[in-house]
């Protein structure tokens, strides 16, 4: 979800550094002993018999940008300075999804670990366990603690393609550095797992100097960066988006179209931005999210879907095979 007053949502991924222990692999990402036996035990949790299991439509879309929660508070507690509450929906189970993406011809879903769990990723990896064809997964990790990349390395073992990050730094000036950010970094690049910066256009500038010291680290940019998320599209945010180009390693998600621009269907007035983003990436280097749940509480997913799929008359029937599956197959569905 998108949150124009706070954007890094910082203050839901801070904590003090911890050490590694192997009762805390689901919340903090590792156990280099008996994980996949601790997974297997919860994964009848998270799944059921009404658990979709496989792409029964055809189109074999991709949405690389969706939540899931649960409201079990017993086997998946939220984190401290959350409430049932805050949970709005209460729920967005797996079969949710698939029952609003399957008419429209998606899949494959990438999650996006929601900030009500902060660093226990249990629930996402779960709902991976029980259908790893549908699902992978974007995790959120503690990157000031011991080891975030042995944690980084073990989660790749249970389907997570990706980790999502939130700048640092300073009030207006945000910035990617520190030992930490290193470590992950480092790791992405060794490993081809996606960095997923949630930013808003200032803290480009940060991105790219950490895409200039790691330039074989792969990085999918959220929301086109939020370009657009005030209701204007300034032309210095699109250029300073166009700009990452330059690093080859650069993807962005062509998601959250509920939340830019003009915030209505059909959402073409975001084709000139579209298609300056087209221009600048390619669609090789391009991937369709909705961000739901948010976009189906605001529209239809098909009002998401519908704007790559079916309109923006400079793309080609390949370009759209790219952007809504292959490009999102080659970074998070590679094995």
Known sequence: MINISSPHRAHEFQSKPRSLHRRNFLKHGVALVGASALLATRSSQAGSSSTPSGGDKSGGFVDVHVHVWTNDLKRYPIAPGFTRNDMQPSTFLPEDILRHARPSGVNRIVLIQMSYYKFDNSY??????????????????????????????????HGVRGFRIVPGGSPGAPSFEGEGFDKMFGCASKERLAMCPLLNPDALPALAKQCERFPDMPVAIDHLAHVGAQGRILESEVQALCAMAKYPQVYVKVSAFYALGLKRPPHEDLAPLIRRVYEAYGPQRMMWGSDCPY??????????ISLIRSHLSFLSAEDREWILRKTAESVFFTD
């Open 124 to 157: 996402m990896l779960d709902v991976i366990r029980h259908s790893p064809g549908v699902f992978r997964g974007v995790a959120v990790i503690d990157k000031d603690g011991s080891h975030p990349d042995l944690v980084m390395r073990e989660l790749k073992k």
């Open 295 to 304: 976009q189906v509480m605001k529209e239809t997913y098909e009002d998401g």
